[in-house]
Structures are given as C-alpha cells and as structure tokens.
C-alpha cells in the first residue's frame, strides 16, 4: 500500500511539473512565434556579411571605426551589414546603450573601444578599426565561408500602439541546425561624440536599439532541430518602441545564425535587412 501511495504521489508531482513548464512555454512564446514551413528549392542566395561595431558616445577613438565602416560600405555596397552597439564608457552612461552591448562584451572579452567583430565569430580577437583592415576581413568571410543559406524579413508597424511585427524567414541548401535574430535598428540620431570634429554634435548611425530574440545567437528554428534543406523556416517577433525612438529611421536587421559545432556556439550566415515602417525584403538572389 504504502509503494502504491508513493507511486501516485509521484505521477501527480510528475503531471503538475509538466502543466507548469507548458505554461511557462506559452508565456515564452508570447513574442517569438515559430511559422509554418514551405517548400523553397535550391538557390544562388546573395552573400552579406554583418559588422558588428562596439562603440560610445564618450569613446576618443570611436568615430575613426565609424568613418571606415562608411567608406567600406561604399566600396563594397550591398556587401557590408554594420550595426553599432553602444556600451557606457570612461564612467560615463550612454544612453542608447542596450543590455545586449554587455552580454557581448564579455563574450569577446575586450575592455577598450573601439572593436569590432565580423559575423559573430566565436573567439572573435577583433577586427583592425581602419578601413583596409575592415575591408580584408569583409573578403576573407566571403572567400572561406560560402554562402549556403538566404534570409527574407518583413516589417509591419503599427503606428498607433507602437509595436512592431517582424517575420523572418530562412531556407539553406543543406541541412543543419539554424537559429535567427533580429535587430532594430536606427540612423541619424543627434548626440554628442568624444573624439568628434565639431566636438558636440554628432549623428550615430546604425545604432541597435533593440535585440528581438532573448538570446545573442538568435531563437530556434524547427524546434532546435536540423532544418530540411530547400524548406524555408520562418519565425515571427513582436516588440513594443520606445516613444522616444523615430521610426522613420529605424531598420530591421534580420541574421540567420548558423553552428558548426552541434549548437555549441552560432555565427551569421546570412543577413537582411528592411525599412521598420511596413518594408520587405525577399531573398536576395543571384
């Protein structure tokens, strides 16, 4: 009796545990919904490469970095994806600084600014901050690692609550383990800069103003298994803007981020991009 006691004293602890993990699950999900997949083929996807740039309002150094991400988009266009996250600095509070900027931080483990990062490269030492430096390294991803997968995004925003809904979708032409991410992103915002020519005012540009995903390496797509190749995945995000935010400025950046190591660690394989305000952006395609 007292076995058959213990047996049903376990099988309800059992079935309360799961009823609680479903319903943390639920609530999980509330802003990161997983699609239905569709069938999409093999294509010669266009390859982008994302330039992570970690910088401060009260940083000498960092409008150089700045410059050079400038004139390396111009040399390269359509190639080179930067996006810049703010960090304080020198005991100073930046205001367009994001939690996100920290957890990165200490991922690659530098102390000084400017750095900055190709792809999401783990053990990542930097990139040079000159534009000759950003420019080999924007070659050498695209000669080592070719582009095996596209990424789609769509951006609807709804003006009169604030929030904003982003639809990714990725497909690749081999299977493998996939996850995605999402940035907004904004341009020309006035602020000081240390180290500028003016000295006071200052237009950032390409500033994360927010990581959709709760991870650095993105959601999951297809349940954290591996995806079928041909088959597009999509995953959908939702977010509230800050009123102080201009939305006709702002982007979304959207990352597929790939494992070469069973989920150990991702790096960007793709990225796209698209106006916040109701854009698009298909795969981009050869």
Not at 10 to 17: H, K, M, W
Not at 79 to 89: A, E, G, R
Request: net charge negative; charged share 20%.
């Amino acid at each position: 009796m007292n076995r058959l006691l213990l047996h049903i004293a376990s099988l309800l602890t059992l079935i309360f545990l799961v009823s609680c993990s479903g319903k943390e699950d639920a609530k999980s999900a509330e802003d990161v919904q997983q699609g239905q997949t569709a069938p999409v083929g093999q294509k010669n996807y266009v390859q982008k490469v994302l330039g992570l740039q970690f910088t401060s309002a009260y940083c000498q150094a960092c409008p150089g970095l700045a410059s050079s991400l400038k004139e390396a988009e111009e040399l390269m266009p359509g190639v080179l994806v930067p996006i810049s996250f703010h960090l304080d600095y020198n005991d100073m509070s930046d205001p367009m600084a994001v939690s996100a900027s920290s957890t990165l931080m200490r991922k690659y483990g530098f102390n000084v600014l400017p750095y900055f990062v190709i792809n999401f490269r783990d053990g990542e030492i930097g990139v040079g901050t000159d534009v000759d430096s950003v420019l080999e390294a924007v070659r050498y991803e695209l000669e080592q690692w070719p582009v095996e997968c596209g990424v789609a995004v769509k951006s609807e925003y709804d003006a009169q609550n604030g929030k904003v809904t982003v639809t990714v979708r990725v497909a690749s032409n081999v299977e493998g383990r996939y996850r995605c991410n999402a940035f907004l992103v904004e341009d020309g915002i006035d602020y000081l800069q240390v180290g500028a020519s003016d000295g006071e005012a200052y237009l950032h540009d390409n500033v994360v103003r927010k990581m959709m995903s709760v991870s650095i390496e993105g959601s999951n797509l297809g349940s954290g298994l591996a995806l079928e190749a041909g088959t597009e995945y999509p995953l959908t995000f939702s977010s509230q803007l800050d009123p102080s935010w201009n939305p006709d400025a702002m982007r979304v950046v959207a990352v597929a981020m790939a494992t070469e190591d069973q989920g150990r660690t991702y790096y960007c394989a793709n990225v796209n991009s698209c106006a916040l305000q109701d854009g698009e952006s298909d795969y981009l395609t050869e």
